[in-house]
């Protein structure tokens, strides 16, 4: 395993800073028990005085699902850790659990779900519209792309590889549409979007600004339909999050351009305006393009962090689904912020140097990584390649500013 060996290299044993109380995002009592009520009702309650007890030598935290656990490991440094013997589990639930409620996610321009597991866990659920090998057409632009189900789970994935670890876990997952949607829906304006096709196939399209209309809708084979299922995050009346605006963001629109693009010197304000103008945040947002660059998303208007860590904590690269649209052309406008800024962490350069090597190449080890997703194969060969050849031309980016 070429992933396995990845793991193991001493560029990606760094060890984080320790982990004090004020760095957990949640401080939580090793006494509080989780557990489902027994009575039927299916209410998730918490006790600090155990009704029952645990069965010998196990902790209350090993009543927790594995949700809960990943919503209690998050702290500054990371999303999850390197070595995180809870990933495989989570993963499982994702594409697995029951699924006993799903709702239309508000907000966002186009069709998402919110699921619910037996266990309390949920997941964003996101609709494959387009199959693995159609790419994004020459004439669209950026905000009118599709969002691609298959872009969330390679992402995850990638994400991972680069060691940032900064988007939360996906897996691919088969749904049924009449069972796991339509038969359990309490919402009534999805409800009223279901239809069988002339094909005979269980169809919807919901309520959404972009492809929400019969001609848009999603169809199942009858009524089995591909989907990326991702961890939430931990509600926001919890764990509150910040959302910043990029500011290398596009202008999402048809003939303007935005300031970036225009001055070559961009980056120096961007240096001297909060919060980029001390800390790590300015190489946090250039890793986040590097990320953006290899699976060729122009869609990066904003970024998250969690409001109780301030400025010195990692971004959260939140929605994906505009990645891998295309294969046979680079964006290489994506790198502007690595251009302008001629910044980046070492410890990020040293590891793309390392994945650029033939015994950890970068398309090889993606590859290892989603052949162990439900829907595999989840890329097509040619976006595997791209990889590769993109990573190169970031490699080449970073010498030019060297050089200079």
């Not at 395993?1 to 984080?16: D, G, Q, R, V």
């Not at 990692?314 to 689904?321: I, K, R, S, V």
Request: glycine letters at 4%; proline letters at 6%; aromatic letters at 10%.
């Amino acid at each position: 395993s070429k992933l396995a060996a990845l793991f193991e290299h001493p560029l990606y044993n760094i060890p984080i800073p320790e982990v004090t109380k004020k760095d957990k995002l949640f401080v939580v009592n090793p006494m509080e028990k989780f557990s489902l009520r027994s009575s039927g009702s299916d209410e998730w309650v918490s006790s600090s005085k155990a009704e029952t007890l645990l069965p010998t030598g196990k902790t209350a935290y090993d009543t927790y699902p594995a949700w809960l656990k990943f919503h209690v490991g998050i702290n500054r440094y990371e999303l999850y850790p390197r070595q995180d013997p809870l990933m495989p589990t989570l993963l499982q639930d994702l594409a697995t659990q029951r699924i006993v409620s799903s709702v239309q996610k508000s907000g966002g321009t186009q069709l998402k779900l919110i699921m619910t597991f037996p266990n309390y866990g949920q997941a964003l659920f996101k609709p494959m519209k387009q199959t693995r090998d159609q790419e994004t057409p020459i004439d669209f632009f950026y905000f009118s792309d599709f969002e691609r189900h298959n872009a969330e789970i390679a992402a995850f994935h990638l994400d991972r590889i680069l060691d940032f670890r900064r988007i939360p876990p996906v897996s691919g997952r088969l749904v049924n549409i009449t069972k796991e949607i339509r038969d359990i829906t309490t919402d009534k304006k999805l409800a009223k979007t279901f239809f069988i096709s002339p094909a005979g196939n269980v169809c919807f399209y919901g309520e959404c600004s972009y492809y929400c209309s019969t001609e848009h809708a999603l169809c199942g084979k009858p009524d089995r339909l591909e989907g990326s299922m991702a961890a939430l995050l931990p509600d926001k009346t919890l764990a509150k999050r910040r959302s910043w605006r990029s500011p290398w963001r596009r202008s999402y629109h048809k003939s303007k351009k935005a300031e970036w693009e225009l001055n070559p010197n961009y980056c120096a304000q961007v240096r001297e305006t909060p919060p980029y103008d001390r800390g790590h945040r300015l190489l946090d947002l250039i890793d986040m393009t590097v990320l953006d660059f290899l699976m060729g998303n122009m869609d990066r208007h904003h970024y998250e962090t969690f409001e109780k860590f301030g400025n010195d904590t990692f971004l959260l690269h939140l929605d994906n689904g505009r990645g891998f649209g295309t294969h046979s052309r680079d964006e290489l406008s994506i790198l502007a912020p690595l251009r302008q800024c001629c910044s980046i962490k070492k410890s990020t350069y040293l590891r793309l140097q390392l994945l650029a090597t033939q015994p950890y190449r970068l398309s090889d080890l993606l590859r290892e990584a989603l052949a162990a997703d439900p829907l595999a194969p989840v890329l097509a060969e040619p976006h595997l390649r791209a990889l590769d050849r993109r990573l190169g031309k970031v490699l080449a980016a970073v010498g030019r500013c060297l050089a200079r």
